[in-house]
């Protein structure tokens, strides 16, 4: 996401509304869900917008960028957290508290705003910000602050980091891309909406289709997969997955599926991976292609 100043004021606003008003009811987490849902619906729309031919020769490899940038990511991060975290998860095992896994919700909203965004026009951009200026105020209201000591926080940004480069080289190696836009891809940590467009104006359309559609996944990716990982994760995991979107739009996944308290670790991450990736992109797309 960029820097939009009215995002961080919409989870401040929740914050502070969140330790005024005590009490707490069930109907905030529903609400909540039902705002991810419209926002994924939403994103889905956007997808209209590229060309069928670009999309389906990208779409299969992007997903597959994706699903190799999380599956390093989680299982450095795993190696990094030998021992079992002290701090009890709030996981929920697939399908035993949930009638419909919200996973499979998410798909659903995805592939139903692709198809209406190919029959309405809707204003999907002004839509997504609103919807996440809602989310964000509504997940500051039940989020749980914590100091993050640096030595907690440094274990996902380093797997987030390391999956990130080794990610990029084997994805360049494979698939003969070069090598300034698959680093630019994965180093992005899922701000689609930064990779997308620089990559575009330096390396072409194509290659900026791709760069935004693999963090794109990544981010659904990991809103779809939380409810599966979270138990083994636990919040930190989660949030190195999530990488730049962990402070916003992936943060209610890491706090429901991962571990409660994680807030704190979330939000730093993200940050540290947002403002990495704000500055490492532009050098990067300044070398030689």
């Known amino acids: 996401m960029a820097f939009d100043p009215f995002l961080y004021a919409a989870l401040g606003a929740g914050v502070l509304t969140g330790r005024i008003v005590r009490a707490r009811t069930p109907w905030t987490g529903r609400l909540t869900r039902v705002t991810i849902v419209v926002l994924v619906g939403l994103l889905g729309t956007l997808l209209d917008s590229v060309p069928a031919g670009s999309l389906a020769v990208t779409l299969p490899v992007a997903l597959g960028f994706s699903l190799l940038v999380l599956g390093l990511t989680g299982g450095l991060y795993l190696l990094l957290t030998r021992e079992e975290p002290t701090t009890p998860g709030t996981s929920i095992a697939p399908g035993s508290r949930e009638r419909i896994p919200f996973g499979g919700i998410l798909v659903a909203a995805l592939v139903g705003g692709f198809v209406l965004g190919h029959f309405v026009t809707l204003p999907s951009a002004s839509g997504i910000t609103w919807a996440l200026y809602v989310m964000l105020a509504l997940i ?12 907690v926080l440094a274990v996902p940004i380093a797997s987030a980091g390391t999956a990130a480069v080794a990610s990029a080289v084997l994805f360049a190696v494979v698939s003969g891309i070069p090598w300034t836009v698959s680093f630019a891809t994965s180093l992005a940590f899922g701000w689609y909406s930064l990779a997308g467009p620089l990559v575009a104006a330096r390396a072409g359309t194509l290659f900026g289709l791709l760069a935004f559609l693999t963090n794109f996944f990544r981010e659904n990716l990991t809103m779809v997969l939380s409810p599966y990982l979270g138990r083994r994760l636990r919040g930190g995991g989660l949030a190195a997955i999530g ?9 209610y996944f890491i706090t429901r599926y991962g571990d409660e308290r994680a807030g704190s670790l979330a939000l730093a991450t993200g940050l540290v991976l947002t403002l990495t990736a704000g ?10 292609i």
Not at 140 to 151: C, P, S, T
Not at 243 to 249: F, N, V
Request: aromatic fraction near 6%.
């Open 279 to 288: 500055l490492v992109l532009p050098a990067l797309l300044a070398l030689p």
């Open 140 to 151: 500051g209201f039940d989020l749980k602050l914590e100091w993050v000591q640096v030595k």
């Open 243 to 251: 990488g730049a979107t962990s402070m916003d739009t992936t943060l």
